[in-house]
Antibody
Framework: QVQLQQWGAGLLKPSETLSLTCAVYGGSFSGYYWSWIRQSPGKGLEWIGE???????NYNPSLKSRVTISVDTSNNQFSLKVTSLTAADTAVYYC??????????????????WGQGTLVTVSS | DIVMTQSPLSLPVTPGEPASISCRSSQSLLHKNGHNYLNWYLQKSGQSPQLLIN???NRASGVPDRFSGSGSGTDFTLKISRVEAEDIGVYYC?????????FGGGTKVEIK
């Protein structure tokens, strides 16, 4: 059974860079889109972006200028960086495995499972 | 971006009774391949969201058959045939037809 375990700093200051990593245990790394999603009281669930095992990425245009998602296939891990943080980036950040319904797909069709979530607070 | 709108915001339910949640999208989620790219998730208190339904009507592995998804195009429904106490939480719909992938605002299901 696939499990995702994530970690990273939880308290950051404005203008700093958020860095989170998610490790995948118990399943194949190829054939999926590895995704980041955040949840804040003000904006609900927001898809940040995704990466496949080849390194191909898709980003939410609303965050694209500040976001980088990378993959480390040798360790079955993927990571998220968000630069120039503001209070509006305060949220619980989740990693998730994105699956496709079959054939070729350009992005995830659904997310399962999800990581445990990391609360990131941006405050001076 | 495709906007997802759920109703109601809050749904008080009685155990053993049916329940229904609506989700509407600003654009059709029906792909030319015949699939509707609409998913349903449940987030229980203090937990991460979990997949219930994908492609509009397919129950995910391990999901009880009291959960069913229906609809096509822009109007979708999640039904619980007989609510159990463990079903309380916030339900979200999500579209996966095009990026950016977007979620509904959630429906909080609570016991009366």
């Amino acid at each position: 059974q696939v499990q995702l375990q994530q970690w990273g700093a939880g308290l950051l200051k404005p203008s700093e860079t958020l860095s989170l990593t998610c490790a995948v245990y118990g399943g194949s790394f190829s054939g999926y889109y590895w995704s980041w999603i955040r949840q804040s009281p003000g904006k609900g669930l927001e898809w940040i972006g995704e990466i496949d095992y080849t390194g191909s990425t898709n980003y939410n245009p609303s965050l694209k200028s500040r976001v980088t998602i990378s993959v480390d296939t040798s360790n079955n891990q993927f990571s998220l960086k968000v630069t120039s943080l503001t209070a509006a980036d305060t949220a619980v950040y989740y990693c998730a495995r994105g699956a496709c319904s079959g054939g070729s797909c350009s992005s995830a069709d659904w997310f399962a499972p999800w990581g445990q979530g990391t609360l990131v607070t941006v405050s001076s | 971006d495709i906007v997802m709108t759920q109703s109601p915001l809050s749904l008080p339910v009685t155990p053993g009774e049916p329940a229904s949640i609506s989700c509407r999208s600003s654009q059709s989620l029906l792909h030319k391949n015949g699939h509707n790219y609409l998913n349903w998730y449940l987030q229980k208190s203090g937990q991460s969201p979990q997949l219930l339904i994908n492609l509009g009507s397919n129950r995910a592995s391990g999901v009880p058959d009291r959960f069913s998804g229906s609809g096509s195009g822009t109007d979708f429904t999640l039904k619980i045939s007989r609510v159990e106490a463990e079903d309380i939480g916030v339900y979200y719909c999500m579209q996966a037809l095009q990026t950016p992938l977007t979620f509904g605002g959630g429906t909080k299901v609570e016991i009366k």
